[in-house]
């Protein structure tokens, strides 16, 4: 299979706390989602399971039967930074992100930075030859926590034995009961139909809540 490494970018307004490179294979498309609405019951498939409900130490999200989180960790420094990851098809990953220190971070320095650590990672693991095109970046609105939210979207090709992949990044930032939580999502477009519908469910369905801690 496939694989390369996905970082965890800086965090800008945090300097000079080392760089949080959290290495974790993952294949082609990368390991974070598309973000999206909501889709409506009744235009789900008839045969779907219910959805699940992940519920630990304040955080909250329902997600589809078959997908699965994979990490939940507390950075061990300064930051405390919790750092939740749920895998779906294809290894595509929505990384969440938890810290109140993300309470000024601008969300286009910090997908910005995301990018640049991204396209590092990928030169240095010579062994996959993978290189990242150029990025460009729109607003893009999508729902987060029940509420409509600002975030950016990053759209770049990936080269790999002579293929080149398109994908989407997003990123997006929203306070929740005391902290705030940037949420990473990227995806390779051949698999982007669908893992949007499960994003959108985790996402819409986000809640954290200090008082369940």
């Known amino acids: ?108 320095k910090f997908a910005a930075t995301a990018a640049r650590n991204r396209a590092d990672a990928a030169k240095a693991n010579t062994a996959q030859q993978a290189r990242m095109g150029p990025v460009t970046a729109t607003p893009i609105t999508r729902q987060v926590a029940g509420k409509d939210n600002q975030g950016i979207s990053q759209r770049f090709v990936v080269s790999l034995l002579g293929q080149n992949l398109p994908h989407e990044a997003r990123f997006f930032k929203a306070a929740l009961d005391g902290t705030t939580v940037i949420i990473m999502t990227q995806v390779g477009d051949e698999d982007a139909k669908a893992a949007e519908p499960g994003f959108a469910i985790a996402l819409g369905t986000l809640r954290y809540s200090t008082s369940k801690r």
């Open 1 to 108: 299979m496939r694989k390369f490494f996905h970082p965890v970018p800086i965090l800008p307004a945090m300097h000079p706390i080392p760089l949080l490179l959290r290495a974790k294979a993952f294949r082609l498309a990368l390991c974070l989602a598309i973000l999206a609405s909501l889709v409506p019951a009744a235009l789900r498939p008839a045969h779907a399971a219910p959805p699940a409900t992940y519920s630990k130490d304040g955080v909250s999200f329902d997600h589809p039967a078959g997908w699965k989180v994979t990490e939940d960790v507390v950075a061990q420094d300064t930051t405390r930074m919790r750092s939740i990851d749920l895998e779906g098809p294809n290894e595509a990953v929505v990384t969440l992100m938890f810290s109140p220190f993300f309470s000024g971070q601008d969300i286009e």
